[in-house]
């Protein structure tokens, strides 16, 4: 049982930094037609909805939408605040 964990961990592992490469490079290459980056961020967002969709992984991509809204905003606050001082 081990082993068959160890193997999908790896498989999962490769698929991740597959999907990361893959993402990332359609970001760079809209970015390199100047597209501006609030139709770029609208199109992923508009793929994942349809992820979420076709998958019935809405809860799960949910979560990790609102996690990723409360760090950009943290960010955003942490950034204000330093220019502040």
């Known amino acids: 049982m081990e082993r068959a964990n160890e193997l999908i961990a790896k ?40 992820i979420a969709e076709r998958t019935g992984e809405g809860p799960a991509i949910a979560r990790q939408l609102r996690a990723m809204a409360d760090a950009i905003e943290a960010r955003d606050e942490m950034r204000t605040q330093a220019e502040i001082h």
Do not use: C, T
């Not at 970015?31 to 994942?48: M, V």
């Open 11 to 50: 498989v999962n592992s490769s698929d991740r930094k597959d999907a990361h490469a893959a993402i990332a490079g359609g970001v760079r290459a809209a970015e390199e037609q100047w597209l501006d980056a609030r139709f770029i961020a609208e199109a992923l967002a508009l793929q994942i909805v349809s």
